[in-house]
């Protein structure tokens, strides 16, 4: 029997069709069927300035929209060899280890949901409502912030903003504690998750997943350690893997990090220089809002920017950065125009639904569901 | 890395090698990707486990038009690469290199959604973003922002 499952199905999440063809309860095979939320990112950003693609990197992975931001904006800067300030990295990491926690968050509540926990959830938003709240006031948006730019970020982060991130650092440990307490040793917890959808490490790596999947089956290989982009390497803190490759080393692994992230943004907090957000002003880099009001070279600078936008080097370069989900990478080839005349974003969650057919296939039913949620995608990132 | 190892093996197929902002780049005849790349897979000096990202791009109006641009990493020795090819113009096809990572299936099925771009011996050569009518490949340089209608 033929079962056609989504694009609209609550454990979708999203509009990602499968059609699984069924054995009884057992799923003899299954296809993927995407694309349904296709808005042609890649060629829209053809015919945008350098400037105005951090706008469009949010709506690709809504979920972890700063860390979208990060890549791209460092794939810019490494194309432009210009290096943001030491304080600037540090706000950075800060928000986009919070976005990390935010997306796990996200992703455990559903995750949790869908294989019938229905409490958790309730207390991940809790957590990640708080998250959004400091987003909120740090950059004004809770789900599209647009919060790097060239050279740094946006804004300098204020004391108010600081002491909200400590006090949510300082709780969040415990509440952590509270989501293993409802889950962790829980059997029915365990008997859905231990033993389903392994995928072994070498499978792994010849499908190209990256993340948090591929650390539960084993290897540790993390691009904020191996190759650490925006002074990850100032930063103590441990890669956790799992062992079996199962969904509930996925579960352990992503509880685990987000522990780690939080130990991450405490120290970048308490140890945030002083200094500029972002770089002196110089061609490619906007010059400060308030400057622009009182300045004419200023004005003239950002009239110039946003009109025209600014031209870097023609070459080509590929930056790629640990998203929550995996290896995100942006790979622009520019001829020297304001506009890049190739934009392609290497979107972990695409190359990680990949391994679906394989985590299903001669497996139950209702192990397919733990499946699918276990990968963490985001149908905007698989589709763009 | 030793770029000069792989120039020795396969010399006769290397156009050129680039190196911009510490990324090497290794640009083939279109011929000898799939020999190349098994290459880079299995030779211990090298091991390129992880393909990351294979995609085309499109140079319309030079000529050749298609790039094929493959993204290497290896996690033994924490290294990547960049393997780019040219294609004819008229009817670009490639060697498929499903057989060496499994991670390029749906990426070659990408490239061939949106550039047109086949590939010889995939195990499953169809559109996978855009429809299976749809007319058109959507990132090519001559095919409008708007759409065709």
């Known amino acids: 029997m033929a079962l056609n499952l989504g694009p609209q199905h609550p454990s979708t999440h999203g509009v990602l069709r499968v059609v699984l063809v069924l054995d009884g309860e057992i799923v003899v095979d299954a296809k993927p069927d995407i694309g349904f939320l296709h808005r042609g990112i890649e060629k829209l950003a053809e015919y945008r300035t350098y400037h105005q693609i951090i706008v469009l990197t949010d709506r690709v992975d809504y979920l972890a929209a700063l860390s979208n931001n990060l ?89 108010k903003s600081v002491r909200d991130i400590r006090t949510f650092i300082k709780t969040f440990s415990e509440r952590v504690d509270d989501y293993e307490g409802l889950l962790t040793k829980n059997p029915i917890w365990e008997s859905r998750t231990r033993g389903v959808g392994i995928i072994s490490s070498d499978e792994c790596i010849n499908l190209g997943i990256s993340g948090p999947l591929l650390r539960a089956s084993g290897c540790a290989w993390d691009i904020r350690k191996s190759t650490p982009y925006s002074s990850y390497n100032d930063f103590d803190f441990e890669i956790p893997v799992g062992s079996v490759g199962d969904v509930y080393d996925r579960y352990l692994v992503r509880i685990k990090e987000m522990r780690q992230s939080a130990w991450i943004v405490n120290q970048a907090i308490e140890g945030l220089p002083e200094g500029r957000w972002i770089a002196r002003e110089q061609a490619a880099v906007l010059p400060d809002k308030h400057n622009v009001a009182s300045d004419i070279y200023a004005m003239i600078h950002h009239f110039k920017l946003v009109l025209e936008g600014m031209k870097p080097p023609s070459g080509e370069v590929y930056h790629s950065v640990e998203s929550p989900r995996g290896e995100l990478g942006f790979y622009i080839v520019s001829d020297g125009g304001t506009k890049p005349i190739r934009l392609r974003i290497r979107p972990p969650s695409f190359v990680n639904l990949q391994s679906l057919v394989k985590m299903v296939r001669g497996k139950l039913l209702s192990d397919a569901i733990a499946s699918i949620s276990t990968i963490d995608i985001v149908l905007a990132e698989v589709d763009r | ?138 990132l090519r340089k001559d095919f409008p922002l708007e759409g065709l209608e």
Request: with cysteine; net charge negative; proline share 4%.
């Open chain 1, 71 to 159: 890549a791209y904006v460092l794939a810019v800067e490494k194309l432009l060899q210009i290096e943001s300030p030491k304080r600037a990295h540090y706000i950075r990491v800060a928000l986009t280890e919070l976005q990390r926690i935010a997306s796990h968050l996200f992703w455990l509540g559903t995750h949790a949901h869908d294989l019938g926990a229905m409490t958790p959830l309730f207390y991940t938003l809790r957590e990640r409502e708080a998250i959004m709240d400091i987003f909120e006031t740090i950059t004004g948006s809770r789900l599209t912030p647009s919060f790097m730019r060239i050279g740094g970020v946006a804004a300098d982060i204020d004391s």
């Open chain 2, 1 to 138: 890395m030793n770029v000069k190892i792989l120039d020795e093996a396969f010399g006769y197929c290397i156009t050129r090698v680039e190196s911009f902002n510490n990324e090497i780049t290794v640009v083939v005849d279109q011929w000898s990707i799939l020999a190349v790349c098994d290459f880079l897979k299995n030779d211990s000096r090298f091991s390129f486990d992880f393909l990351s990202d294979c995609c085309g791009v499109d140079r319309f109006p030079e000529s050749p038009r298609f790039w094929l641009v493959y993204h290497l990493y290896s996690i033994t020795h924490n290294h990547r690469m960049r393997i780019k090819t040219t294609l004819d113009d008229a009817e670009p096809v490639a060697d498929s290199v499903v057989s060496i990572w499994s991670s390029a299936d749906w990426m070659e099925r990408e490239c061939y959604d949106m550039f047109g771009i086949k590939f010889r011996n995939h195990p499953d050569m169809r559109r996978i973003l855009m429809p299976d009518d749809f007319q058109g490949f959507p």
